[in-house]
């Protein structure tokens, strides 16, 4: 089992910067990725960064430019530094951790931390 624990949501204006850090706890080691997704009322789920053990990144087309993703050289914590934050970034941030279990990908969510961008 992986548990992971998101901080550093919360209220910005508009052209804000906001951090976001998840921190993996449990069989860490199973983990070979871990990034960060967000659902707004009424949407969809959707990413919004994502990296492995490796150094790959990905990036939604929404936030590219604006937020970068990092970790710690173990994996367990991951970053997201979110900058010119915009009203439509407002929505639900949640870290997703991918491990390999036994022979099984795993997929592990935190609980989510609400990030809201006034005008």
């Known amino acids: 089992q992986v548990q992971l624990v998101e901080s550093g949501g919360g209220l910005v204006h508009s052209g804000g910067s906001l951090s976001l850090s998840c921190v993996g706890s449990?069989?860490?080691?199973?983990?070979?990725?871990m990034g960060w997704y967000r659902q707004a009322p009424g949407k969809q789920r959707e990413l919004v960064a994502s990296?492995?053990?490796?150094?790959?990144?990905r990036y939604g087309d929404s936030v590219k430019g604006r937020v970068t993703i990092s970790t710690n050289n173990t994996v367990n914590t991951v970053l997201l530094q979110m900058n010119n934050l915009k009203p439509e970034d407002t929505a639900v941030y949640y870290c997703?951790?991918?491990?390999?279990?036994?022979?099984?990908?795993?997929?592990?969510w935190g609980q989510g931390t609400q990030v809201t961008v006034s005008e």
């Open positions: 997703k951790a991918n491990a390999l279990q036994e022979g099984r990908i795993r997929d592990y």
């Open positions: 449990g069989n860490i080691a199973s983990i070979y990725g």
């Open positions: 990296t492995t053990e490796t150094g790959a990144t």
